[in-house]
């Protein structure tokens, strides 16, 4: 009935907020990642994550120069 696909719309977001969360230090951050989650199947947004290096951070671009 209706209230199962409620169910699995909320599960869909649900595991798009989890790849999001687990992608917040790399290079999309948590928003990025939500978005390639939530528009390409959080299946395929876990494999961008994977791919992505990390965010660069201050001491990481001092170090590099």
Same mark, same amino acid.
Request: hydrophobic residues 55%.
């Given at each position: 009935?209706?209230? #199962?696909? +409620? %169910?699995?719309?909320? !599960? +869909? @977001?649900? =595991?798009?907020?989890?790849? &999001? +969360?687990?992608? %917040? !230090? %790399?290079? =999309?951050? =948590?928003?990025?990642? =939500?978005? @390639? $989650?939530?528009?390409?199947? /959080?299946?395929?947004?876990? @494999? @961008? !994550?994977? &791919?992505? #290096?990390?965010? /660069?951070? &201050? *001491? %990481?671009?001092? $170090? *590099? &120069?």
């Amino acid at each position: 009935g209706l209230g #199962d696909v +409620y %169910k699995r719309q909320i !599960l +869909y @977001v649900l =595991f798009c907020l989890l790849v &999001a +969360y687990l992608g %917040k !230090l %790399k290079k =999309f951050g =948590f928003w990025g990642n =939500f978005a @390639v $989650a939530l528009l390409l199947t /959080p299946i395929i947004g876990l @494999v @961008v !994550l994977l &791919a992505q #290096d990390d965010r /660069p951070t &201050a *001491a %990481k671009e001092e $170090a *590099a &120069a």
